[in-house]
């Protein structure tokens, strides 16, 4: 995407608007950075009933043809041979090096993949799809394509009063269905650390979705703020940050998305990088850090060890509305990495204490059935 | 009492040898839900136009620059337990310093309150 093309919109732009959005450019896009009720309640507002989030900024994908699952599998180091129909699996692109060029979700729609890839990336993930996948169509469903995340501990109650199924999807599944007649897509899934979903939607239909789900009392519209301080503050990666082509799976602590099978066999770019990380370790790996007083680190901090030594660099950081403290992901050299080690944290020339933390910083509430 | 304003939207309260420093309603409006507040020691020199004192929001962190030269006097320990005053009470209760003034003819070149509500209105 260059910079000089004109900023793009999704289906929800003049509902942001009509809401009181305050609106940012964000991966191309002219997005809801927050509304009236300001990140801070947005946040809360998720954590404890349900909050709307438009993603229809992230690139909607189809792959089709004999042997996709077979071509995929060059490209990542998910196991889709193990992906049965119905069901959503999270992976990335990597490059030669072991690097991440990308994350994404994939899901098996039996006749079809469908995968759901970052916003900034997906011009280059289309090119490096068909580049990577000859004889597979490779369908992109358009800049305008909906993409709803309904999310919080009531969203399955919510979405359930429209399509009683839903409630006992499993996590990581998909259905196609129609909510009131409309035909969307719907994968149990999320970006939140909560329970919800994810409605994939026709452009010209995307509105009347979300209308219908905001006018239930529970539901709240989300801006883009309080999708990073909730995703933090659930450990999970936002590309580009926490992770990029300069880290790998083992060092961006993603090992859980590589299955036995694909650890063994390798067939993806950068294998022999992370067969050797595997065995052998990395040098450094992304950790959770808990600042211990009010201070939050943002992004670039730099970390020190005891000592003084420069140990690693926050990759995203800030405030954690739920764990009412600030929270925040980085990279440390291996021997600081275990749970507990004391760091320091260099914010505005000032050495503040801080300790590796587990993640994610509030337990995650997926649907287990 | 005499309010002045600076295009960094910082507020100056002058009252006698002693002033207050905030930040303004349209500032906090725009800086979100404050999270955290760093405010300079009583003693510190602080110099026109460059860092006092720190204000963060769960997004961002942000300069508070000193309006005018002078020393603090007091950091508003409030603000540092209750950041959310900034949001609530911004032009009262949510005060970052009170200074001393080195030198008050510089107040003549910060904008009074008709000066400010027309350069917010063109921030629109």
Known sequence: MSTDSPILTTPLNALHRELGAKMVPFAGYDMPVQYPLGVLKEHLHTRERAGLFDVSHMGQVILRGDGVVDALEKLLPGDLKALKQGRVRYSFFTNDQGGILDDLMIANMGDHLFLVVNAACKAQDIAHLKAGLPGIEVEYLGDDRGLLALQGPVAATVLARFIPDVATMPFMSVVTTSLKGIPVSITRSGYTGEDGYEIGIAPDRTEEVARLLLAEPEVAAIGLGARDSLRLEAGLCLYGHDIDTTTTPVEGGLTWAISKRRREEGGYPGDAVVRRQLAEGATRYRVGIQPEGRAPAREHTEIQDASGQTVGEVTSGGFGPSANAPVAMGYVSAANAAVGTPLSLIVRGKALPAKVAALPFVPQRYYRG | ?124
């Open chain 2, 1 to 124: 009492m005499t309010i002045r304003y600076t295009e960094d939207h910082e507020w100056i309260s002058v009252d006698g040898d002693v002033a207050t420093v905030g930040i303004t309603t349209f500032a906090q409006g725009q800086l979100g839900d404050v999270v955290f507040v760093e405010v300079p020691e009583a003693g510190r020199a602080l110099a026109k136009g460059k860092d006092a004192a720190v204000v963060e929001s769960v997004k961002a962190a942000s300069e508070v620059f000193a309006p005018v030269d002078g020393t603090v006097v007091e950091g508003n320990q409030a603000v540092v337990e209750d950041p959310s005053l900034v949001n609530s009470d911004p032009q009262g209760a949510g005060w970052f310093f009170k200074m001393t003034l080195a030198n008050p003819a510089q107040l003549d070149g910060l904008m009074d309150q008709a000066a400010y509500d027309a350069f917010v209105e063109g921030q629109h």
